[in-house]
């Protein structure tokens, strides 16, 4: 009989076969139990401001609370649109905890993005930095959302501390627009009315979806991915179970510069880490590499998770490669591929392994990763987690054997419902419990997985996916355009990079209209970072443009 798991013996000996995705019935379960067995200790900080588990415990019973008496009930939803601040865990956990569904949103949305994302999740409730305000205010009135909470960035770090961050930012960085959106709520205004109402906990169930988490899937319009607290628990043990062997409870300092709002610092770092007494050291920032610096300087870190392009960016910085890095015992790298030079240098640097995993938004979003007992394979994304099986099938369906390459697919508790409110998509991607990935890999003969091309046309710059149909669809209504095709090409710092190519209706049409057309309806990462005019695209007998074709020409030039 044909061994359906051969990565099993490769498992480090402290790692168990499968979790058991029942041992908490939901998220809040576990999260309750985590309070009360660190409460004393450190959970989150943010520039040198701490709050400890049972402080993180009260203040998110008081925003649940404050939620609650706005009327908010169990299954809206609410969207939390900030970079990584204290404000994050407490609203995080005070909407679990009251029953809502949580919307991840990234701050640097453009109005258009984010209209598309609160529209279709139905969003009554957004919790929103400051220094976006303005963008929310463009489209509120085309939205379902009637409770508007604001903080900023210097709201939890003191008085003095507070005030003067918050100067530096609104005055002298002049990084807050000005807006005028009624009836809006200071975040510790909220948390002081909160103190005053009893939070009237939600007996949730392992099914329920507790987060829409949106990615474009495998093509197209951002969809929200349904994954319920089965979905996020089994990720959270599976993590632990793979880490566990080599953390001390509730002794680690963990970095996290990557935004919390991203499915990967969102699992790992926010729930997996903390939930094993970890204190989470919070980089508001990542692009300020003196903030990473300063976090080393100011902490034992023990443990840190980031994105390719970081690390590449932190080994070749001067201030970075004077610390000592005697503590850290484990580098986690996720969202986008390793690069093997990159993960050697770190090595050298540091002399701490950078382990590679890989996930999407669909698996919570760890599905492999590889051993940090010293086993690792550069340039594989490892073995399948506890209790997931991963495959390699071809065009039509058959299941290939170990060394021969096809699709990836995975199946475990943390593969998500489906797409919200999609049903059609969801058939597409999740057939008899496998997801499938749109990543063409193969399995090798211990069991390693490695990813070889991408079947699905998504670009992946710097771990955030970006898809060609909204580039597409956002160029094209430029009225000079007449055609036009994005394709990702390789780049040494972010993986990949957006280009398109464009057939003019005008023949005026320039670079630098296209870009300022692009910027104002793109978060920074999505704006193409090269354009090229065609007299015509090479398209299917059909007329489809062939994005390959366009792809495999660019790589040539």
Known sequence: MTDTRPWL???????????????????????????????????????????????????????????????????????????????????????????????????????????????????????????????????????????????????????????????????VKKMVPKYNIPNTVKFTDALKQGASFQLNAFQGSPDDVILLQYTGGTTGVAKG??????????????????????????????????????????????????????????????????????????????????????????????????????????TVGGGMAVQEAVAVQWKELTGCQLTEGYGMTETSPVASVNPIDGTAKLGTIGLPVPSTDMRIV???????????????QIKGPQVMKGYYNKPSETTNVLKDGWMSTGDIGLMDEDGFFKIVDRKKDMILVSGFNVYPNEIEEVVVKHAKVLEVAAVGLPHEKSGEVVKIFVVKKDKSLTEKELETHCRANLTGYKVPKAIEFRDELPKTNVGKILRRALRDEAKKG
Do not use: W
């Not at 994302?117 to 929310?136: P, R």
């Not at 991203?262 to 300020?288: E, Q, W």
């Not at 369906?397 to 060394?403: E, F, R, S, T, Y």
């Open 9 to 171: 013996k490769n498992y480090p000996s402290q790692i168990p076969a499968n979790i058991n995705p029942n041992e908490y019935s939901t998220l809040v379960e576990l999260l309750e139990e985590t309070f009360k067995k660190y409460k004393s200790q450190p959970a989150f900080s943010v520039m040198g401001k701490e709050l400890t588990f049972a402080e993180i415990d009260k203040k998110s019973a008081q925003f649940g609370a404050y939620l609650q008496s706005r009327g908010l009930e169990p299954g809206d939803k609410i969207a939390l649109m900030m970079p990584n601040m204290l404000q994050y865990p407490i609203s995080l956990f005070g909407a679990l905890r009251a029953g809502l569904v949580v919307v991840n949103t990234n701050p640097l949305y453009t109005p258009r993005e984010m209209k598309h994302q609160f529209t279709d999740a139905g969003v009554k409730a957004v919790i929103i930095a400051e220094n976006f305000a303005a963008n929310l205010e463009q489209i509120i009135g085309d939205t379902n959302v009637k409770t508007v909470i604001v903080t900023s960035i210097g709201e939890m770090l003191g008085a003095v501390k507070g005030r003067m961050i918050n100067f530096v930012v609104r005055t």
């Open 225 to 330: 991915a349904m994954l319920t607290n089965k979905n996020l628990v089994s990720n959270m043990l599976q993590i632990r179970s793979f880490l566990l062997p080599f953390l001390e409870d509730g002794k680690e300092i963990a970095l996290s510069p990557l935004p919390m709002y991203h499915i990967f610092a969102f699992s790992v770092n926010c729930l997996a880490l903390m939930s094993y007494g970890a204190k989470t050291v919070l980089i508001v920032n990542p692009r300020d590499l003196s903030t990473i610096v300063k976090a080393f300087k100011a902490n034992e870190i023990t443990l840190m998770t980031g994105v390719n392009t970081l690390f590449n960016a932190l080994v070749n910085d001067k201030d970075f490669k004077a610390l000592d890095f005697s503590s850290l015992k484990i």
């Open 394 to 408: 071809s065009e039509d369906g058959a299941v290939l054997p170990q060394g021969e390459i096809g699709e990836i």
